[in-house]
């Protein structure tokens, strides 16, 4: 039985990005999430004594040049070699951008398949491990005829970074299908640059294993990377957590709850049980708080008061941090009265909402506003004017919810 661990997208010293980064006690972890991820996984390779890990592209982040990141990769490689475990890497468009790619000497044990593409022996296993690196940042064409033909009667192994037929979120490079690949004849493709986990075959294996370490809320939830166990020449595979630190999304109801005291209590019975199922060291969680209550107007006027509890709440489990509390209420239909001078006022708002004058002048007044901002951030922050729409029409409900909460919440 031989079992190989199979990881791509590191991104070492990519920095993750968390209004929770404001808390001291956490910048620590944070700061070297990506470091301790991939130390994660030389960790369980050593301990569970893997035959080989595979590096699916994108090890590096980006054009920075950082000493200490040489040093560390060169560090956590070097463990394998004392171990004997090589390592197959293939570069990504993040690695092709990187001067540190070509420049840190890497440990003999550390084979790194060029722009040419080959094949490597296992040892003297009847395992054959292909690959083709990025030659530059961009790939546009497959790569699959850079491939050779997989070895007859063995396990065969294939490296590539790839968007696949493309992925949400992520650039397009290296095109190609999956159906493609299932005809290329190997036994696994072992794939990186898409971030989220997904097995798209499983005969033969084509395995996307995701990030192994999330870098904000976008890519939430717990991160691995994939183990690969050979018997006979038949493949399984299982996740293997490697996340230090994970983004999470938490969904708390507080529908029937009318005291400040239930909700304090119901908000951390729930926060409790996630710290308690977390795998990673820390969590980084963005709360939305739902449900239809009494008490929402109230809650709405203390939001800023409740999200300060709620952090504190987080902290109190030593495991979790708040990244954002959002609001999400429904009020009783009993405390609806669209006859009182509020319930007028709350109309009257909504009309105006939809006037084109008024959304023209909240476009305009965004407009000034985003001006000042640097226009690389602008162009993240809104990307179309669909987006600025959006974002103009959310900033106005939300004035409006500010000013009801205001007045409903004090006459209740």
Known sequence: MIRILHTADVHLDSPLKSLALRDEALQNTVQTATRAAFTRVVDYALAEGVSALLIAGDLFDGAERSAKTAAFLTGQLDRLMQADIPVFYIKGNHDAENPLTGEVSLPDNVHVFDGRGGRRQLGETNIWIHGVSFSGRQAPDSLLPKFGSPEPDAVNIALLHTSLAGSQGHDTYAPCSVAELSAMGFDYWALGHVHKRQVHATS?????????????????????????????????????????????????????????????????????????????????????????????????????????????LARGTERLWVEKVKFDLTEKAEGADSKSAIGELERLMAEIRDEPAFAAEMRELLGTVTGEIPTTRRSGLLPSEEASESLARSLSEGGAESILAAMKGASE
């Open 204 to 312: 033969p294996w084509i395995v996307m294993p995701g990030i192994p370490q999330g870098r904000d809320i976008g890519e939430a939830g717990p991160k691995s990377a994939t183990l690969l166990t050979i018997k006979d020449q038949k493949i399984s595979i299982t996740e293997v957590p490697t996340s230090a630190a994970e983004f999470l999304e938490l969904t708390v109801d507080i529908g029937g709850l009318e005291t400040d005291d239930e909700i304090r209590s119901h908000i951390r019975r729930q926060l409790q049980k996630v710290a308690e199922d977390l795998s990673a060291e820390a969590g980084l969680i963005r709360i939305t708080l739902t449900g239809q209550t009494g008490r929402k107007w109230q809650v709405l006027r203390d939001q800023d008061s409740w999200a300060e509890i709620i952090a504190e």
